[in-house]
């Protein structure tokens, strides 16, 4: 299967800021700026990947596993649980209805100076079960 390479998501501890409404003083937690660009990227890309390959949105309540292989830029301390939420919020409505029904297995990571990246391959989970 082709996978889907997609730049590095933000960590959740760098993709929000706090915003506070003007007229109520009510305080909330939004994407910034850089989170927002990775949504719209990562949707574009995801929507590419699935007229190239076929993939069809699967109904909701229909598992979809996410592999996840993680190429980071050097060898500075990353974790890959943090990145997870803006990913899958990303790819919700391109490859999947619904991030609740989504299983996320990271396979592994490296280093990659050069051309840091995430690839993903999206699979069924009852197509996984049958092998």
């Known amino acids: 299967m082709k996978r889907l390479i997609l730049p590095l ?3 959740v501890n760098h993709a929000y800021r706090t915003y506070v409404h003007p007229q109520t003083g009510r305080r909330m937690r939004v994407l ?3 989170a927002q660009k990775f949504r719209r990227d990562a949707a574009y890309l995801a929507f590419r990947w699935r007229q ?3 993939w069809a949105m699967p109904q ?3 598992k979809v596993v996410l592999r996840l292989w993680y190429f980071w830029p050097s060898n500075r301390r990353m974790d890959t649980h943090n990145r997870e939420k803006v990913l899958l919020d990303a790819l919700e409505g391109v490859l ?3 991030d609740r029904w989504v ?4 396979m ?8 840091p990246r995430l690839e993903i391959e999206a699979h069924l989970h009852r197509d996984l079960c049958a092998m």
């Open 9 to 11: 998501p933000p960590s």
């Open 32 to 34: 910034n700026s850089q």
């Open 52 to 54: 190239e390959t076929g």
């Open 60 to 62: 909701p309540g229909v």
């Open 96 to 98: 999947y209805p619904e």
């Open 103 to 106: 299983l996320v297995q990271e």
């Open 108 to 115: 592994d990571f490296a280093v990659d100076a050069k051309h």
